[in-house]
């Protein structure tokens, strides 16, 4: 593997990243399966960084999940975005920062497609202002959360207590990135490092210490697929996708698994557990699995925050053993305590995994 | 094992590394026009036997080289050994000896 | 004595020099490199024949030095200037050539690998391209991979960035094919345990003999076609490459592992073809070729009287068609300083762009 | 009594040579099946013994089979077996009245020259050794062919000759060197003792006059009797084991005894009767273009060495030229299709599907015609067939208009004959629930068959009989033209069913008929049998290139045959249109 190779190609592949002022668009499954992703991210920006970032709570689903499950039609989509910018444009901000992959890669589309076909943004604002009297501005600058920690990434190491080291032999951690695949598929110049070897997670490892693993199957995607997923009797698709991932990266031994993606670290998580219950197949050292982590929740690791408090106990996959392993300590009892010291619940006995 | 209302589907991808090629080799070794194919399908358009079934040499020829045996077994079943697709041939496979040779494989390493 | 400036120094430009400097002709031809011979220097062998590629350039360098073609190596031109009839060339040098016709033999580059990202050229150890191979097969190094090992397995792809509107050329290179199944015998021949995999869409093998040697890869060196485009490759834990493709024959994608993958690289337009057109105000083609004044009539002549292309600056050809076109093109120079009334016949326009989305 | 040391070689030699045989004919004559062995004893008594002693005297010694294929090879041939046969007969009947005795020891004739030198005393004596010196020349002139034979074949008009093995080798140098070394050692006697012919004394005379005879005469008595040991002992595992095996196959034969579905007692006495004389090595049109040796000459050979390749199996058209032209009659093609069935296949088809796809007929009718695979390939056929058939007034059921069920001849020629016979069955349920009472087929290689395994109990025709039947009947008229033909006999239409006749009648109604060189049971093959799994395209297309080469010899206006697979092979390579017998009949109705 030719590193230069990839540098000629990452050069043609660089974007603009607004440097402050963001308007934050939360994503429906993270702050429901990782909340403590998006607040770690508010977290870092307002307190490290320093950025305005505004959180708004009136904006709704970008209708993603239903647009890709073909039960939303594009005009609603168009309009429901529209509504988006109508409210930054109210709260005052040009810099749109989507928690969500596929909110990016809606936001993304729609504004090619008003480029592309201006009638449909008149369109768009018409049926905007009909249903709500709201009117927008199209934002100045799109990028995905993952796009801001990528810029910072420097300066989030040069405040981090840790970093992605195996503290007893000093070697860099073994990391395989996971991309979404609406990151940059559809529009490669909108991504950090193009599509097919795309930067941003893979940048931010090498500022914090680690070594990204490239392995055959690193372009598949995780099977999540929407459609694939949301009918039970179709996530064999799903498990399949993310199985033929495991098995490609087993022989690299991988000792975490970073997304920048809502549903990957979910499905690569949870995967992981649903194939050792069925196939008695289990992956990682000592057969305890790949923990599987969110950018946000690496970039926290770095800077030393409380891993519970960055929401490490709602994964599978427990991420205690990588923890030990980056010498960050932990308190194992508040595990499953929550902010208030009430009981989260722990996750039902299982038959397969090892060590769990 | 837990019951989840789903399992893993099987690969439709043709790992080629992981199939088994010696019935092809051993083809290949007795009858080498065997990669004189071009799979142009003139072979399958004519077969007697694919009239009434779905016997295609051609199929059979690329099936074989990517160790699909299975699939190779069950529609070589169905050949006469007429010849007509010998005849239509462009490229002079010897296909009733591949056929021969490919059943002949198939009781050699008892696939 | 009438003045020609051909520019460009490949096979082209080498036997339309000859053969105008036999017509009487002085004849300056400019070649940007140190050496002339083009493209053609570096290949090896030649298909069909097997012949070596520096027989020909010897060939036409005979044809060169017979003539007393004045040479101007390692010259480019940097200024060009149209009075009425004649024209005025200033070259890197700073030699002023004045000549009463120019004939553009700009020939072509190849491909830039590296933009077919998912095939992992400059990334990946073991990916190298054909041109790479022909360099391999002319030091007469073994074919090795990155870690000295001898492949046992090698994929060959074709249509790397031809008919790929991805890749900004919808055109067939034309010489690929057939160069891909040359070179997967000469690896056979050299290596004569390796599995040879070819990665077509379509083979054409439209020259004569062409067919020929198609089928003797297939009889006597066992190389396997496998009709379907290289999706992506990716880099295996030692070095080889996992790749996918679709067996579209069989219906199925299809994994295989290869230790060694050659691109057969396409033909661009050159660097020289666009400055040229830059310096003499020439129109290029849909595809960046040098546009003919006719498709099938004029193919020698531009829109600029005086001004004649010979070779693969119109579009990617063969060696025989190079130098035929290039005898042509001679022809058609002769005829035009010649005042003979064969040179003021007239096509009908047409639209070269009709085959293309609105342009 | 008479007696040398140099005696014992050739007692020796014959006796190993009698326990031999005798032991191994016993071997086989056990071999073989009760009802066979029940047909030999009974046949001393019968004519057969009687015709056999006739085909031995023209085909053992006269080889009347090899002077009509070649006059050269017929005349050494003979001259070996009928001069040396006579050397035996002339010199015992000498011996008796040399000796006036009935009972001699066997070698006395062999060596009588040795032994009795006063000439004088008995009745004809001078007149013995004229003749015996008369057959010796020719036996010597004989092995003078045989070693020019070896060296220029092609001086006997043969391109190619068989290749020795070891055992061959030996028995061939002593047979070359037994006549010579006689002619030495009666020579030297009579040179010492002036009791020879004109051959032996003359020479013995003009040695005597330069040699010391007196030293000589024993070592060459010696090397004459050590040669005959040699020979005597290496027969058996020779090519010379032909010469006492066919006394035995013909008179077996003669008794009705044939090899048919399994190898038997019988074929071994085929199978070493192989003089490999070579004749079907240059009657196999795969000598022409493949070094490979296959012929019946080799593939018996094989089999007699436990050495048989598939390759060799496999690699034959099952023309049956080799079994037209063997002067011995071996049925090669008949052995080689029963010795393909060692290699069957123990499962791998199954052809349930054919039956329920081909309905009967709506309504029932007296004729069916079966168009089989080739003619759908050739489909002009089968238009033909129909058109004369509708114009003809004909009521007709197509069974294979919509897809043909084959008829399993291709299979059965592969060696796979159980699962040919499933084939078979589905196919005789279709023929027998289609209700007709004759079967009309185009293609010859179904019609085979159908008449050799299918039993189906109704009239089977090729359609050149049919048609021919209709021409007499008067349904069709043919108009004569001016225009010429050349015939192609199908192999299996002449060789295997003996069709030469109807389409040449036919052929005859419409224009000329041209003779070609090689016609009737003598014709060449297309080069596109569907017996041959071994050669490749290519030389396929040699063959059929030679034979076409021949068969537009006469420059005709259109070459016909019978046959679709004749008509396929042969039209890529035509330069004149290539009909078949139906088309013909179709244009000139």
């Not at chain 1, 974007?15 to 994503?27: G, L, P, T, W």
């Not at chain 1, 799109?142 to 070697?171: M, N, P, W, Y």
Request: glycine share 8%; proline share 4%; net charge neutral.
């Amino acid at each position: 593997m030719l590193k230069e190779g990839k540098k000629y190609i990452w050069k043609d592949y660089q974007k603009e990243i607004a440097d402050n002022h963001y308007y934050y668009a939360r994503s429906c499954i993270r702050q429901n399966f990782f909340p403590g992703s998006e607040a770690t991210f508010l977290r870092i920006l307002k307190n490290e960084l320093n950025k305005d970032i505004f959180d708004d709570p009136e904006h709704t689903t970008c209708t993603g999940i239903g647009y890709h499950s073909d039960i939303i039609p594009l005009e609603t989509t168009m309009t429901v975005v529209a509504r988006h910018f109508a409210l930054m444009t109210a709260a005052g901000y040009k810099n749109l920062v989507p928690s969500c992959i596929t909110s990016f890669g809606i936001y993304s589309e729609i504004l090619e497609t008003w480029h592309e076909f201006p009638e449909t943004l008149e369109k768009t604002r018409e049926h905007l202002f009909k249903a709500t009297g709201r009117e927008f501005n199209l934002p100045e600058n799109v990028v995905h959360t993952s796009d801001i920690i990528f810029k910072f990434r420097d300066e989030i190491a040069a405040r981090g207590r840790f970093r992605l080291i195996d503290q007893s032999t000093g070697q860099p951690l073994r990391i395989v990135e996971h991309i979404g695949c609406h990151y940059a598929r559809m529009f490669p110049h909108k991504g950090i490092g193009g599509a097919e070897y795309p930067y941003v997670l893979a940048g931010m490892v090498e500022s914090w210490g680690g070594e990204v693993i490239d392995y055959p199957e690193r372009r598949h995607c995780c099977g999540f697929g929407f459609r694939q997923y949301l009918v039970q009797a179709n996530r064999g698709y799903s498990l399949s996708c993310s199985r033929k991932k495991f098995e490609s990266m087993e022989p690299y031994k991988p000792d975490m698994i970073i997304t920048n993606c809502p549903g990957c670290p979910y499905f690569l998580d949870r995967w992981q557990y649903v194939i050792a219950e069925q196939e008695g197949k289990t992956y990682g050292e000592n057969g305890q699995g790949i923990p599987v982590f969110t950018y946000e929740e690496v970039a926290g690791l770095v800077l030393g925050y409380d891993p519970w408090d960055l929401g490490l106990q709602v994964h599978q996959i427990n991420v205690e053993p990588l923890l030990d392993k980056m010498g960050i300590p932990y308190n194992p009892d508040e595990k499953y305590a929550g902010p208030d010291g009430q009981d989260l619940g722990q996750p039902a006995e299982l038959t397969c995994m090892h060590n769990l | 094992m837990k019951n989840f209302g789903y399992t893993r589907h099987t690969d439709r991808q043709i790992d080629f590394d992981a199939t088994d090629k010696r019935l092809y080799q051993f083809v290949f070794d007795l009858e080498p026009s065997i990669n004189l194919c071009i799979f142009c399908g003139t072979c399958a358009a004519t077969c007697s036997a694919g009239h009434f079934t779905t016997l295609s040499f051609r199929r059979i020829s690329l099936l074989l080289r990517r160790g699909m045996n299975d699939i190779v077994k069950k529609e070589i079943e169905n050949c006469m050994l007429c010849g007509k697709c010998q005849l239509v041939c462009p490229k002079g496979v010897n296909t009733r000896n591949v056929i021969l040779q490919i059943v002949k494989g198939i009781e050699k390493y008892e696939l | 004595m009438k003045n020609i400036v051909v520019i460009g120094g490949g096979i082209a430009g080498m036997e339309a020099s000859a053969f105008l400097a036999a017509k009487g002709y002085s004849v300056d031809l400019i070649e940007k490199n140190d050496t002339l011979g083009g493209r053609l220097a570096n290949w090896d062998r030649l298909f069909p024949t097997m012949r070596r590629g520096s027989e020909v350039t010897e060939f036409l360098a005979e044809g060169v030095m017979q003539e007393a073609v004045k040479v101007h190596l390692s010259a480019d031109i940097v200024r060009v200037e149209r009075h009425h009839d004649t024209f005025l060339l200033v070259t890197t040098q700073g030699n002023e050539l004045h000549c009463d016709a120019i004939l553009l033999a700009t020939g072509y580059d190849l491909f830039d690998a590296r933009r077919k990202e998912e095939y992992g050229y400059g990334i990946y150890d073991n990916v190298i391209t054909s041109a790479d191979l022909e360099q391999i097969f002319s030091s007469g190094r073994d074919i090795l991979t990155q870690k000295g090992k001898k492949p046992s397995r090698v994929g060959f792809v074709h249509c790397v960035g031809s008919r790929d509107e991805k890749a900004g050329h919808t055109y067939c290179s034309k010489v690929c094919c057939v160069t891909g199944v040359k070179q997967a015998i000469e690896v056979k021949q050299q290596i004569p345990d390796a599995e040879i995999f070819n990665f077509y869409m379509d083979l054409r093998m439209y020259g004569m003999h062409f067919e020929a040697l198609y089928k003797k890869a297939q009889e006597d060196f066992n190389v396997q076609f496998v009709r379907g485009r290289l999706s992506e490759a990716a880099e295996n834990l030692d070095g080889s490459l996992a790749l996918k493709v679709e067996d579209t024959l069989a219906g199925r994608p299809m994994k295989i592992n290869v230790d060694l993958l050659v691109l057969l690289v396409g033909c661009t337009p050159s660097e020289g073809t666009r400055k040229m057109a830059s310096l003499l105000g020439l129109k290029l083609g849909f595809n960046g070729f040098f546009k003919t004044t006719d498709q099938h009539t004029m193919t020698n002549y531009s829109d600029i009287p005086g001004v004649f292309f010979a070779g693969t600056c119109i579009g990617p050809n063969t060696i025989t068609n190079a130098i035929t076109d290039a005898r042509a093109a001679a022809t058609a120079i002769d005829i035009y300083l010649s005042g003979n009334q064969l040179a003021n016949r007239k096509m009908k326009p047409h639209e070269e762009f009709w085959l293309y989305p609105s342009h | 009594m008479n007696y040398n040391h140099f005696v014992i070689p050739f007692a020796a030699g014959a006796l190993i040579l009698f326990a031999i045989l005798v032991a191994r004919y016993a071997y086989w004559i056990v071999q073989m099946p009760r009802s066979d062995r029940r047909k030999a004893w009974t046949g001393f008594f019968r004519p057969a013994f009687f015709r056999s002693l006739w085909e031995v005297f023209r085909e053992s010694l006269i080889h009347k089979k090899v002077f009509r294929v070649n006059a050269m090879l017929g005349w050494m041939h003979m001259s070996f077996a009928f001069g040396w046969f006579l050397l035996i007969i002339f010199g015992t009947i000498e011996t008796k009245f040399h000796k006036h005795k009935v009972f001699n020891m066997p070698y006395d004739p062999i060596f009588l020259r040795y032994f009795e030198h006063d000439e004088k005393q008995f009745f004809f004596s001078q007149g013995f050794s004229f003749v015996m010196d008369f057959l010796l020349l020719i036996l010597l002139a004989a092995t003078f062919l045989a070693i020019f034979k070896r060296i220029r074949s092609r001086f006997f008009g043969m391109k190619r000759t068989t290749r020795l093995i070891l055992g061959d080798r030996i028995a061939l140098y002593s047979l070359w060197s037994v006549f010579p070394l006689r002619f030495l050692a009666e020579s030297f006697t009579s040179g010492l003792h002036h009791n020879g012919g004109f051959l032996t004394g003359t020479a013995g005379i003009a040695f005597s006059s330069f040699l010391p005879l007196q030293q000589l005469e024993l070592p060459a008595w010696w090397a004459y009797s050590s040669a005959l040991f040699v020979f005597f002992v290496f027969l058996p595992f020779s090519r010379y084991n032909h010469i006492p095996t066919e006394l035995f196959l013909i008179f077996l034969r003669n008794c009705g005894i044939k090899t048919s579905g399994r190898f038997s007692g019988f074929t071994e006495f085929e199978i070493y009767s192989c003089s490999r004389c070579g004749i079907c090595i240059d009657k196999c049109q795969l000598a022409e273009v493949r070094p490979q040796q296959t012929q019946a000459v080799y593939f018996l050979q094989q089999i007699r060495r436990n050495i048989l390749q598939p390759q060799t199996t496999f690699n034959c058209l099952q023309c049956g030229r080799c079994t037209e032209f063997c002067p011995v009659g071996i049925k090669a093609d008949t052995l080689r299709s029963i010795k393909r069935t060692d290699y069957s296949l123990e499962y791998g088809f199954s052809y349930k599907y054919a039956e329920e796809k081909i309905p009967p007929p709506a309504l029932p009718v007296d004729v069916g015609y079966f168009a089989g695979c080739m003619t759908h390939l050739t489909p002009s056929i089968k238009i033909a067939m129909e058109n004369i058939m509708k114009k003809a007034g004909v009521r007709y059921h197509f069974i294979d208009r919509d897809g043909t069920v084959c008829c399993g001849r291709p299979l059965s020629l592969s060696g796979n004959e159980r699962q040919a016979r499933l084939l078979m069955r589905e196919n005789k349920y279709i023929i027998r629930n289609s209700g007709i009472k004759t079967l009309v087929t185009s293609c010859p290689i179904c019609l085979r068959v159908f008449r050799e395994s299918y039993d189906l109990g109704i009239e089977v025709l090729h359609h050149s009989q049919y048609l021919l039947r209709l021409a007499e009947e008067g349904k069709i008229s043919l108009k004569p033209t001016d225009a010429v033909f050349a015939y192609h006999d199908p192999c299996d239409l002449g060789r295997g069913l003996k069709i030469y006749e109807e389409p040449r009648m036919l052929i005859a109604r419409c224009g000329e008929l041209l003779h070609t060189q090689q016609e009737k049971n003598e014709a060449l093959c297309c080069g596109n049998s569907l017996a041959d799994f071994v050669t490749p395209e290519p030389r396929k297309q040699e063959m059929r290139d030679h034979t076409l080469q021949e068969l537009l010899l006469n420059n005709p206006d259109a070459l016909i045959t019978a046959c679709p697979l004749c008509k396929k092979s042969l039209t890529y390579g035509s330069n004149v249109p290539v009909k078949d017998i139906a088309e013909l009949v179709a244009e000139n109705q």
